[in-house]
């Protein structure tokens, strides 16, 4: 099947206090988007890539591109209003049957075998989430109030969130909802149940700057190890 990564960045550096978009800040010598395109890249060489990106910062794509030792084939489009908009801007440029990766672009250490893993099941099922258990003990608020919950219940969802295309496409069809958060709610509000795969501690979402820390540490482990 024809394999998309829709990868999604439209971040604009407030929590990281820099006036450049995170998504263009190095890391490890390179732009962070730099690592994520690359990650994909690596995973599968007939991956299709598209990047979609705020209609200011347009100008930071070339950036990215030049960190690359030679050409590489990507689909450059604008994002949109919401996470919901830019991700169907995105996926007007794939195709029918296909799978479909929709991934946060400062997701910088998805691995091989978690790609892979993510397109196995989406083949299968027709959905791949990833989720990792939650390590701290978590309370709900009630008003003024909280209650402790079970932790063994609860998962942390990561990208890259993956679907068949006839899965994915027709549920970003319909009308925006406030409750789409990710890829998954559109996904089931259209009807559709959505499958939970095995995601990774390392593949963090940069944000922060003791997030970058985190991430070139890991960066550097794994370069290391190769």
């Known amino acids: 099947m024809k394999k998309y990564t829709v ?6 550096g ?11 800040l190095p890391l490890n010598g390179h732009p962070i988007l ?38 590489i084939d990507i ?4 994002g949109g209003e919401t996470r919901f908009h830019s991700v169907q801007n995105g996926l007007k440029v794939t195709e029918p049957d296909s799978i479909i990766f929709v991934h946060d672009g400062v997701r910088p250490l998805a ?9 196995e099941q989406a083949v299968e099922k027709g959905s791949a989430i990833p989720a990792i ?23 942390i969802i990561q990208t890259p969130q993956t ?16 409750a789409f958060t990710d890829e ?6 259209y009807g559709d149940e959505v499958h939970l795969v095995e995601g990774e501690r390392s593949n963090i979402k940069v944000t922060t700057p003791e997030d970058m820390i985190v991430a070139e540490a890991l960066l550097k482990a794994r370069e290391a190890n190769v």
């Open 7 to 12: 990868i999604v960045a439209g971040g604009k």
């Open 133 to 155: 258990p939650v390590a701290d003990s978590m309370r709900i608020i009630e008003d003024e109030d909280s209650r402790p919950i079970d932790r063994e219940q609860m998962r």
């Open 184 to 189: 998954a709610t559109v996904v089931e509000a």
């Open 34 to 71: 730099y690592h994520t395109i690359k990650a994909f890249k690596d995973a599968y060489a007939d991956m299709h890539l598209v990047l979609v990106l705020p209609q200011e910062q347009l100008s930071y794509a070339q950036m990215v591109l030049q960190s690359f030792p030679e050409r």
């Open 111 to 119: 691995s091989t075998a978690l790609i892979q893993r993510c397109y």
């Open 14 to 24: 407030v929590r990281m206090g820099s006036a450049l978009p995170k998504q263009f």
């Open 75 to 78: 689909t450059i489009v604008t």
């Open 163 to 178: 679907f068949r295309s006839d899965i994915i496409l027709p549920a970003f069809e319909q009308e925006y909802q406030n």
